[in-house]
């Protein structure tokens, strides 16, 4: 998710919480969330690993928020 206004954070699994990324950089220009200066402007952002649950490489995954500009 990116946010400019505020840090966001989620609860992370041992009660603390973590701090979620502000600013995602994507290079993929013809994506309807691509903006200047390589942002992403997608309310969430949702990567997944080709392997299953988990990634060794980051060719290993893709993002599956992208959508074509059409």
């Known amino acids: 998710m990116v946010c400019f206004d505020a840090i966001l954070v989620k609860m992370n699994g ?4 973590n701090e979620l990324a502000q600013d995602v950089l994507c290079e ?3 994506c309807v ?3 200047h ?3 992403c ?4 952002i949702y990567v997944v690993s080709h ?8 060719e290993e995954t ?5 959508e074509p500009q059409h």
Do not use: S
């Not at 402007?41 to 969430?44: N, Q, T, V």
């Open 28 to 30: 993929v220009n013809n």
């Open 37 to 39: 200066g390589n942002q």
């Open 33 to 35: 969330y691509w903006a």
């Open 62 to 66: 893709d993002c599956k928020t992208f």
């Open 14 to 17: 041992e009660g603390g919480v």
């Open 51 to 58: 392997t299953g649950k988990e990634a060794d490489k980051q």
């Open 41 to 44: 402007e997608a309310d969430k």
